[in-house]
């Protein structure tokens, strides 16, 4: 065992602080490295704080994180020492499932053993995730990173690119797609410079005309303001998919007014309420609510592949780890663009 420094929550209440705690030795088929990075995610917050009620304390966050390799077991094939590498939200799954054997383990039907706040396939051992100095995972559920883009920027791509990359692979959205995006945070920015990337025209759904120029810079072809509804009546039953992003209560029926006959919504983002939505909605023109995670890990390495061949990383501001608590603060009030990351050599 090895012991490792790390920022951890001791109850729902407390912030992150100092902690300590002891890592596992890499076995055959396990990779050892240093976090160089790791991102700050909304869910973060949420679990920290037991929004969603099945948080484990003590609790190390971090499920966007990226570092160099500094060990490996004598059976690991795609990394030695020195090599870049990244682990998201996941550090293991059954293997054996349908959805694991699928690439799918995201949706293991035994139970995925997320990056942090979850178990190890023994289910009774927790895992502690990024806001530490070091990880030891097996290479299956480890990735390589390319050495073409800042690592800085790309951490947050192992959760919000991810997130929003997968949903738009699934529905096979490009090209002849009308595309709108709610919400321009994390996971939004990227869902722009994705579905633009892709070849959809892209629109942003914002409750805010300052997001405007920032939404075009990224990628959007056009911006409409929510709470404008001479804005809004040019976009009824005009959009084939919409990629809500939101994690706070929102209008729903609204949002799938402005779908075209046969169009999806697809949310990402988790309110903490359960949606309201009338059944009229829907049935008028046979519209659907769809709902998507990350990706299993060959979609997150094909994510990052084609990231590396694009030039698509996220808009970062890089923080020292101490500043976690007000970065947190921050991003409930939407003030960062678009995503913290902590540089963790500020971990002493």
């Not at 094939?77 to 090599?83: H, Q």
């Not at 035994?110 to 023994?122: L, R």
């Not at 810079?217 to 990629?243: C, E, M, W």
Request: glycine fraction near 8%.
């Amino acid at each position: 065992m090895t012991s490792v420094k790390a920022y951890a929550a001791q109850n729902a209440t407390a912030p992150v602080a100092p902690w300590t705690f002891e890592r596992r030795d890499p076995g055959p088929f396990d990779v050892q490295f240093d976090i160089l990075y790791c991102g700050v995610c909304h869910s973060d917050l949420h679990q920290i704080r037991d929004e969603w009620g099945n948080s484990i304390f003590p609790m190390v966050p971090g499920h966007e994180i990226v570092g160099r390799v500094t060990k490996v077991g004598d059976k690991v094939t795609k990394f030695k020492a020195g090599d870049l590498a990244a682990v998201g939200c996941l550090v293991d799954s059954c293997r054996h499932c349908g959805n694991c054997k699928d690439g799918l383990e995201q949706y293991c039907e035994n139970g995925s053993s997320g990056t942090y706040n979850s178990y190890e396939q023994d289910k009774k051992t927790p895992t502690y995730g990024g806001y530490s100095s070091m990880i030891v995972t097996d290479e299956k559920f480890v990735l390589k990173v390319s050495d073409k883009l800042p690592l800085a920027n790309v951490a947050p791509l192992l959760c919000a690119g991810i997130t929003t990359y997968s949903p738009l692979r699934h529905w096979k959205i490009g090209k002849g797609h009308k595309v709108a995006v709610i919400g321009l945070g994390g996971l939004g920015h990227m869902a722009v410079k994705f579905a633009a990337s892709f070849g959809a025209e892209v629109t942003m759904l914002s409750t805010s005309p300052k997001k405007e120029a920032d939404a075009r810079a990224l990628g959007a072809h056009k911006f409409v303001l929510t709470s404008d509804p001479a804005q809004l009546k040019p976009v009824r039953n005009y959009f084939d998919f919409i990629v809500d992003t939101v994690s706070a209560p929102h209008d729903y029926n609204m949002v799938q007014s402005l779908l075209r006959t046969n169009g999806v919504q697809i949310c990402v983002g988790v309110p903490p309420t359960p949606l309201e939505l009338y059944g009229f909605s829907l049935i008028g023109n046979r519209r659907s609510i769809a709902g998507s995670m990350i990706g299993g890990i060959p979609e997150t390495q094909e994510m990052l592949d084609y990231c590396a061949e694009h030039n698509i990383v996220s808009d970062v501001e890089v923080i020292d780890i101490d500043y976690v608590n007000e970065a947190y603060e921050r991003m409930l009030k939407g003030d960062v663009r678009y995503r913290f990351v902590i540089d963790m050599a500020t971990l002493k």
